[in-house]
């Protein structure tokens, strides 16, 4: 039977992407962190969930957040200001936590300000 998340499970299952955070795992301990948000993720919605359905979700939805997003902005009217979200409230719908997810994968990892700092101190 094939498995589709609902928008509740989109919400439950970007909600342990951002706890968790794959991407700032360590090399060689990726694998374990996706495999221990499938664990998590498969208890919390009492259905087995495979490592590969939650990243294939992630990039749609990735992908439709960046659409919708791209579409606003090319759409004439009142520019929509990000500031303006209600903190308390985006972590209600997927858009809300798609954006906090994409915003947390662009900040750099402890371990490339390590290697920034090196290179800097290099330079000089």
Same mark, same amino acid.
């Given at each position: 039977?094939?498995?589709?998340?609902?928008?509740?499970?989109?919400?439950?299952?970007?909600?342990?992407?951002?706890?968790?955070?794959?991407?700032?795992?360590?090399?060689?301990?990726?694998?374990?962190?996706?495999?221990?948000?499938?664990?998590?993720?498969?208890?919390?919605?009492?259905?087995?969930?495979?490592?590969?359905?939650?990243?294939?979700?992630?990039?749609?939805?990735?992908?439709?957040?960046?659409?919708?997003?791209?579409?606003?902005?090319?759409?004439?009217?009142?520019?929509?200001?990000?500031?303006? !979200?209600?903190?308390?409230?985006?972590?209600?719908?997927?858009?809300?936590? !798609?954006?906090?997810?994409?915003?947390?994968?662009?900040?750099?990892?402890?371990?490339?300000?390590?290697?920034?700092?090196?290179?800097?101190?290099?330079k000089i």
């Open positions: 039977m094939v498995f589709r998340f609902t928008s509740l499970q989109d919400c439950e299952m970007l909600r342990e992407l951002i706890r968790q955070k794959p991407f700032a795992a360590k090399r060689g301990a990726t694998l374990d962190v996706w495999d221990n948000i499938a664990a998590a993720l498969s208890s919390a919605l009492k259905t087995p969930v495979k490592v590969k359905q939650i990243r294939d979700r992630l990039n749609l939805l990735k992908a439709r957040f960046k659409a919708t997003e791209q579409t606003s902005a090319v759409a004439s009217g009142v520019e929509e200001s990000l500031q303006a !979200v209600n903190v308390q409230s985006h972590y209600s719908d997927a858009d809300g936590l !798609v954006r906090e997810y994409m915003a947390l994968e662009r900040l750099p990892t402890p371990r490339q300000l390590q290697s920034y700092q090196r290179s800097k101190r290099k």
